[in-house]
């Protein structure tokens, strides 16, 4: 079993940052395919990044939805079973709950896919004031 805890999410206002983290626990594991998905009040839940399992402790392919190119950064810390995402730039459209989800599968997966994903997180709120 694994668990999935995210953290650093809050309030903030137009054009400002902020870092949410993903720890990972409850077992041994070279961590897998990683994404963060994000859901809006009233809205399904959508792909925000993903990042590609790798062998060694940082890196991997990373993939990210339009609406947050160039905005967005996924990174992991394999060494400390940790994934990152830092959102700048942020835009009101921005606010929702953001889950943190691991696939456990060690080969290239549809990262926007949810079906791909095995475990979640129970998510941190994000609120971007305008």
């Known amino acids: 079993q694994v668990q999935l805890v995210e953290s650093g999410g809050g309030l903030v206002q137009a054009g400002g940052s902020l870092r949410l983290s993903c720890a990972a626990s409850?077992?041994?594991?070279?961590?897998?395919?990683m994404g963060w998905f994000r859901q809006a009040p009233g809205k399904e839940r959508e792909f925000v990044a993903g990042?590609?399992?790798?062998?060694?402790?940082?890196?991997?392919?990373?993939y990210y939805a339009d609406s947050v190119k160039g905005r967005f950064t996924i990174s992991r810390d394999n060494a400390k079973n940790t994934v990152y995402l830092q959102m700048n730039s942020l835009k009101p459209e921005d606010t929702a709950v953001y889950y943190c989800?691991?696939?456990?599968?060690?080969?290239?997966?549809?990262?926007?896919?949810?079906?791909?994903?095995?475990?979640w997180g129970q998510g941190t709120q994000v609120t971007v004031s305008s």
């Open positions: 990042i590609s399992w790798t062998g060694s402790s940082t890196g991997g392919s990373t």
């Open positions: 989800a691991a696939s456990m599968k060690y080969y290239r997966i549809n990262y926007y896919s949810e079906r791909e994903y095995d475990y």
């Open positions: 409850g077992r041994s594991f070279s961590m897998p395919n």
